[in-house]
């Protein structure tokens, strides 16, 4: 107890600002540590003490699902549901021959049964047919129906954080036949995505549904992994039940443009098909006002978020690149990568074949299997839409104007396609200007690479008992921090270790930097703490995972937009000295595991008998 209680007998002095990740010359002499006994007994103490706010974010649960939902939700906040049924979500229309095709009962025939009705962009009735075998822009996807339409998507904003809801209809058949399936008004959809993207960060998480045949239903949103927080019992069950634990879809192949968007023609129209007779032709197909554009954003950070998938994929994570269009024609639009991005997207962009000038064994039967899937997707492509056609949407991306391919139907040359696709398949030089695609991990901190976080006011208060017990004297040990990173109030990816150093009370009025524990002494792996947030390491003890005060385990950081106050306690032995070193750390779940700010805040506390 210390309420109310004056801090007498005390000499305290706190260095601020003393950073530093080695010692400057050799260390000082010490008293003898403390027996065994005595050490365990001091550190169960601390443990003790501080055992509400000493725990990992993201552990509550060993399910995949439900531990990828609480990381996400650690970086990136709340997690909305995934609901293609609100008012704002968009239904992606399909085109054949220039025309708007949708599903409806044909009222001129008996038995009005189901077929596709065809209107042109003046909104006038063209026909009716009964399949679809192709359509004007088919999906680049590979897996799922070329021509599917009454797909849906979900878009949900704050600040800096976007959330891409994808409600995809898709069948085994090729060509889609007139069952209600089809129809717009059935919630029935068999593919469920969902993207998390941070504009200012670059961090990018996905979600996939489960893929065991099961039909989802956009009338019933779908809960978020991991629930909506730690305590919901019931959401974090029901999202087990629905997405897939095994992560078998690579979303990162195809959602590498530094972007929660994928740029085709399938769903973002963007500008294609501009040259038709007005703008007011192309708005039937076009999604630009609700998923804006970007431009190239290469040199921006992207990290994937997810430490399971991440682990599944860790070898195309690590090896994927961004690549520079040696020819200068591909400059502006995306980020061009040695990923789908590149080896799908970018050829069928430019109605050209992959191309590689001296391909090894794995590229010869890579290029192939794209080669077969670009000619797969060409199959269902309407002749309306080739350049020779009436569209001339295809190629969509043209030098110089991009998807604007109302300037003109000159499309990449072979010889400046030959250079780009060398490099698009990694097999390129100096010219091709790679750079890793996925950036690291920022630790917290102003040091290299760091978030910029900055820990302040750092002080150590002692409080004695009020019935003078000095076995229940405390020392305060308090700092400020505010985890700004990326802009997100709740973010709880962030935790503090310490390590604290206790000698006899010395004669001399100062420590020496070398008295203190290092950077290093908090990070040493070769210390195995057991699991124990408090463990005795040589010479110093080291305490985990501080997180802030009231910060109670296994629930949702608070918002706030103004630093946070951490508090760590001791007990305050008389005639010790204290030298404590805090360093934060940030949990980056993904398969960098953890990384440390490069300095850390040093304090020290005189303890004298009275």
Not at 297 to 315: E, L, M, N, W
Not at 419 to 433: I, M, Q
């Amino acid at each position: 107890m210390w309420r109310n209680v004056k801090s007498h007998a005390l000499l305290i002095t706190v260095i601020s600002l003393a950073w530093s990740a080695e010692p400057m010359g050799p260390l000082p002499s010490r008293a003898k540590p403390d027996d065994a006994e005595q050490s365990r007994a001091f550190a169960e103490t601390v443990r003790d003490l501080n055992e509400t706010v000493l725990w990992k974010p993201a552990t509550a649960s060993d399910n995949p699902v439900t531990k990828f939902g609480d990381e996400v939700r650690a970086v990136f906040g709340p997690i909305p549901q995934g609901d293609c049924g609100d008012g704002a979500a968009q239904s992606l229309s399909l085109q054949v021959d220039g025309n708007t095709v949708d599903l409806k009962p044909n009222l001129e025939k008996p038995g009005r049964p189901l077929e596709f009705e065809h209107r042109n962009a003046a909104g006038e009735f063209v026909k009716w047919t009964t399949g679809i075998a192709q359509c004007d822009r088919p999906s680049l996807a590979g897996d799922v129906t070329y021509c599917g339409m009454n797909s849906r998507v979900s878009r949900v904003v704050k600040g800096n954080i976007e959330w891409l809801t994808f409600c995809r209809k898709s069948m085994a058949h090729q060509r889609i036949e007139p069952v209600p399936y089809w129809e717009k008004s059935n919630p029935q959809y068999s593919r469920l995505g969902m993207i998390g993207f941070n504009w200012a960060t670059g961090e990018i998480a996905f979600f996939d549904g489960r893929h065991d045949g099961a039909l989802f239903d956009w009338t019933k949103p779908s809960v978020p992994p991991g629930g909506q927080s730690y305590g919901d019992t019931l959401g974090r069950a029901e999202a087990e039940a629905i997405y897939d634990p095994t992560f078998q879809v690579q979303c990162s192949a195809c959602h590498d443009n530094k972007g929660p968007y994928v740029l085709t023609p399938h769903i973002r129209q963007l500008q294609l098909g501009r040259h038709l007779k007005s703008r007011s032709e192309t708005l039937l197909t076009d999604l630009d006002d609700y998923l804006p554009g970007s431009s190239n954003r290469d040199k921006a950070p992207f990290r994937v978020v997810g430490s399971t998938y991440t682990k599944i994929y860790k070898t195309e994570l690590q090896n994927a690149k961004t690549v520079r269009d040696p020819s200068g024609n591909c400059t502006e639009c995306h980020s061009l990568t040695t990923q789908l991005t590149g080896q799908r997207f970018a050829p069928d962009a430019v109605a050209k074949e992959p191309w590689v000038s001296d391909p090894d064994w794995s590229q010869i039967l890579r290029v192939r299997a794209e080669q077969t899937k670009l000619l797969q997707i060409d199959l269902h492509r309407t002749d309306w839409a080739r350049r020779f056609g009436t569209g001339r949407i295809h190629p969509w991306m043209v030098p110089i104007y991009g998807t604007d391919v109302s300037q003109g139907t000159r499309g990449i040359s072979d010889n400046d396609w030959h250079r780009l696709s060398n490099c698009l398949w990694d097999a390129g030089g100096e010219e091709c200007g790679y750079q890793p695609l996925y950036t690291p991990c920022p630790p917290p901190g102003t040091g290299p690479g760091g978030d910029g976080s900055v820990v302040r006011n750092v002080s150590a208060t002692k409080a004695s008992s009020p019935f003078g017990d000095i076995a229940e004297s405390r020392l305060r040990l308090t700092w400020m921090y505010r985890n700004s990173y990326g802009d997100v109030s709740e973010r709880d990816d962030v935790r503090f270790d310490a390590a604290i150093r206790l000698s006899t009370l010395p004669d001399t009025a100062t420590p020496r930097e070398g008295d203190y524990p290092t950077v290093e002494d908090v990070k040493d792996e070769e210390i195995v703490d057991h699991g124990k947030a408090v463990v005795n390491a040589r010479d110093f003890i080291r305490v985990h995972d501080i997180t802030y005060s009231g910060h109670r385990k296994y629930t949702e950081a608070e918002a706030s937009s103004e630093p946070r106050t951490y508090e760590l306690v001791l007990p305050a032995k008389c005639n010790r000295r204290y030298l404590v070193l805090i360093l934060p750390k940030r949990f980056c779940f993904d398969q960098t595991g953890v990384v440390y700010a490069d300095r850390g805040e040093r304090l020290y506390a005189d303890i004298p008998c009275r």
